[in-house]
């Protein structure tokens, strides 16, 4: 009787330890900054500085299982005003230059996703940016503006999405799921998230959260 009890114990264990592994839900505050950032590939601006110095830093070094930690993490910056969301990232490969770009599809190629839930409804809001600058999206595309850059290890993806775009307008403490994940090609496919997933990209319940800060 004692080992049955022991037994079904640990089970409880196991299944709690999984269900909090899969409920994780991360959270970022990111600033509100007084000068949008130059969409230029380049992250110069005092806006990027704001986000990093302010909170609204956060790293992509984990796949959309949670089972492996790249060797090639990314580092993205995220921060708003009142016309839009302001969200660049940093992508690290042995060498950019090598990086395929010509593969039938944007997430085909080495490429970063963005992914919004305003106001948490359920709705997911998709942009993909692949490390030739082709952006794909079913989300009014034309609307985002996006610039990257290259430069020995590295290449850089700076977006602005406009509010009207997503039809909401955060106010400071609002919360909106939010995740950024991308196939990763340097050491051969990885699918990462900041926010595991647990399966597809797709799963605004399984988004982290961003918290419109002061």
């Not at 230029?40 to 990093?52: E, F, I, K, T, Y």
């Not at 089972?67 to 950019?96: N, S, W």
């Not at 809001?125 to 082709?134: E, N």
């Amino acid at each position: 009787m004692k080992r049955l009890i022991a037994t079904v114990g640990l089970a409880l264990c196991l299944v709690l330890a999984l269900g909090t592994f899969a409920a994780a839900n991360l959270e970022i505050v990111v600033p509100k900054v007084n000068r949008a950032p130059n969409i230029d590939g380049n992250l110069n601006d005092p806006a990027w500085l704001q986000a990093s110095i302010k909170g609204g830093k956060l790293v992509v070094d984990l796949d959309n299982n949670g089972t492996i930690i790249t060797d090639y993490p990314r580092i993205a910056y995220v921060c708003y005003d009142d016309q839009a969301l302001y969200v660049a990232v940093t992508i690290f490969a042995p060498d950019v230059d090598k990086l395929m770009t010509t593969a039938g599809s944007v997430w085909s190629n080495d490429e970063i996703e963005i992914f919004l839930d305003p106001a948490k409804i359920g709705v997911s809001y998709q942009w993909g940016i692949d490390a030739g600058g082709v952006l794909d999206s079913t989300h009014a595309p034309g609307a985002l503006k996006h610039a990257i850059s290259k430069s020995g290890i590295r290449w850089v993806v700076e977006t602005a999405i406009p509010w009207d775009v997503v039809g909401y307008t955060p106010k400071a403490g609002d919360k909106w799921g939010f995740n950024i994940c991308g196939r990763q090609i340097a050491t051969g496919t990885q699918w990462l998230c900041w926010n595991c997933t647990f399966g597809g990209f797709q799963r605004p319940q399984a988004f982290g959260n961003v918290i419109f800060g002061e």
